[in-house]
């Protein structure tokens, strides 16, 4: 019996300095991107963690200030580690389901300008940066040989329901939390543009090029972002790319 008990510890031992030496290698080679553990970087790429730790940043709905505080502050300093500009925009609540808490505004830095005062939720402000260095430029200079210099609209906050319904019963839309971006279309830097309602089929101004590239940020997008919506979708998307991170997922 003892000598059994013995051999079952030694197994133990044995298997418990396995499993630390596999997770040192796991630690020391594994994509930083793909480890849950590791610090969220916007500059790596996209990995199969990226997810988890943007939503470490999601505030519940009854989340106490000093958690909203603590938590957005923690954000903002993983954006301005990768520099950008970013800054805290004030609460706000116009009743109802139209309560905005613990928003941001980019304001500059490293990442394609926002046009217009655009203040969203700062989780989506990360996964947008994400998205613009991961996808949407890699793509323009893929496609077109030339970055994006800036998008041309893009619609956050609205307090309102899901396509503007005024049935009660409809779901409140993402735009009533500042937690979804609407984006119409883009410059790049040579000039050119790309509409989302002219070139999604292929038959606009950037023909082929066009649909391929704004496909490729679509697919992109739905791996940084939990819901995204496209001309694909439905008649209401017909010229705009939605982006939100609603605790959902959907790709269309």
Not at 111 to 117: I, N, S, W, Y
Request: charged share 25%; proline share 5%; aromatic share 8%.
């Amino acid at each position: 019996m003892d000598r059994d008990f013995a051999d079952f510890w030694n197994l133990l031992w044995e298997v418990g300095l396995g499993l630390c030496a596999a997770f040192a290698l796991l630690n020391a080679f594994a994509p930083h991107q793909d480890l849950p553990w590791k610090p969220l970087d916007l500059d790596h790429p996209i990995g199969q963690a990226t997810a988890a730790k943007v939503d470490d940043f999601e505030l519940a709905r009854t989340a106490a200030p000093e958690e909203v505080k603590a938590v957005t502050d923690a954000c903002i300093q993983v954006l301005r580690e990768a520099g950008v500009t970013v800054e805290r925009a004030g609460d706000r609540d116009d009743g109802g389901f139209c309560v905005v808490r613990g928003a941001v505004r980019i304001t500059g830095g490293a990442v394609t300008p926002l046009p217009g005062d655009a203040v969203m939720q700062c989780p989506l402000a990360v996964r947008y940066v994400i998205w613009d260095r991961q996808v949407l430029q890699p793509a323009a200079e893929a496609a077109f040989g030339s970055r994006v210099a800036r998008l041309d609209s893009a619609g956050t906050y609205a307090c309102r329901r899901i396509y503007g319904q005024a049935d009660p019963a409809a779901r409140p839309s993402e735009h009533a939390r500042a937690n979804a971006l609407d984006l119409g279309g883009m410059t790049l830097e040579d000039g050119r543009r790309v509409s989302v309602q002219a070139d999604w089929d292929g038959t606009g101004p950037r023909g082929a090029e066009g649909q391929s590239f704004l496909k490729r940020i679509r697919d992109g997008a739905c791996r940084v972002f939990s819901t995204v919506l496209t001309p694909d979708y439905n008649d209401a998307h017909a010229d705009h790319l939605h982006l939100d991170g609603a605790d959902r997922g959907l790709c269309a």
